[in-house]
């Protein structure tokens, strides 16, 4: 699977504008989300794949980050984030969570 093709799904079935999904070194955590500090606008999705064994993991993660920020303006790991998290990985868990996706 195409891990670009499922994000745009992700982003279509919850009505989220997609960002760019970029790949290189994140250090600690092994993926982050980049936004504008002031406005909390999204910018874009960093995930290290040498460092994550779980990439839907940590998609699904940064994936609740970015609709937490548009939708309560809010970054931190706190109940409104858990409870994204929650739902969005509880939707996608029929993917094979060590399914490797194809990444290009
Ligand atoms: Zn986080």
Redesign the pocket.
């Known amino acids: 699977m195409n891990i670009h093709g499922f994000y745009k799904t992700m982003c279509q079935n919850e009505h989220v504008s997609p960002i760019p999904l970029k790949f290189g070194n994140v250090g600690k955590?092994g993926a982050c989300l980049i936004y504008n500090a002031k406005t909390f606008e999204p910018l874009s999705i960093k995930i290290d794949k040498n460092r994550l064994d779980d990439i839907a993991y940590g998609l699904y993660?940064e994936f609740a980050?970015q609709i937490c920020l548009i939708k309560y303006k809010y970054a931190g790991?706190g109940v409104k984030f858990r409870k994204i998290f929650n739902y969005i990985n509880e939707k996608n868990k029929i993917i094979d969570r060590k399914q490797v996706f194809t990444i290009k």
């Open positions: 955590g993660h980050h790991h």
